[in-house]
């Protein structure tokens, strides 16, 4: 396979998996997914030199990080019995 080829592969993949992250109602899979999406268009733009494609994306790649970290550290806490 050509790399134009693949890059585009990564392109439109990247593509989908932010429009499919967006009709999540589970906001665990919204991120997971949204996250997944944003790398894939961090590779792509990075590969075309596309630096505000890159950045921006990076930028909402930590944000999903940010609140999936979040999410798991108060579910952990939720489930850890208080002290007396």
């Known amino acids: 396979m050509e790399a134009s080829n ?3 592969l990564i392109g ?3 593509s989908i998996m932010v429009a499919i992250s967006l009709m999540m109602k ?3 899979w919204l991120r997971c997914l949204n ?3 944003c790398t894939l268009f961090v590779i792509y733009g990075v590969y075309i030199s596309a ?3 890159a950045g921006m994306n990076a930028f909402v ?3 999903n990080i940010y609140h999936l970290v979040k999410i798991f550290r108060a579910k952990v806490k939720a489930n850890t019995p208080a002290e007396a």
Request: glycine share 6%.
């Open 61 to 63: 790649a930590c944000i």
């Open 35 to 37: 996250f997944t999406g």
């Open 51 to 53: 630096w505000p494609v």
């Open 12 to 14: 439109y993949s990247a």
């Open 6 to 8: 693949t890059i585009e």
């Open 26 to 28: 589970d906001i665990v």
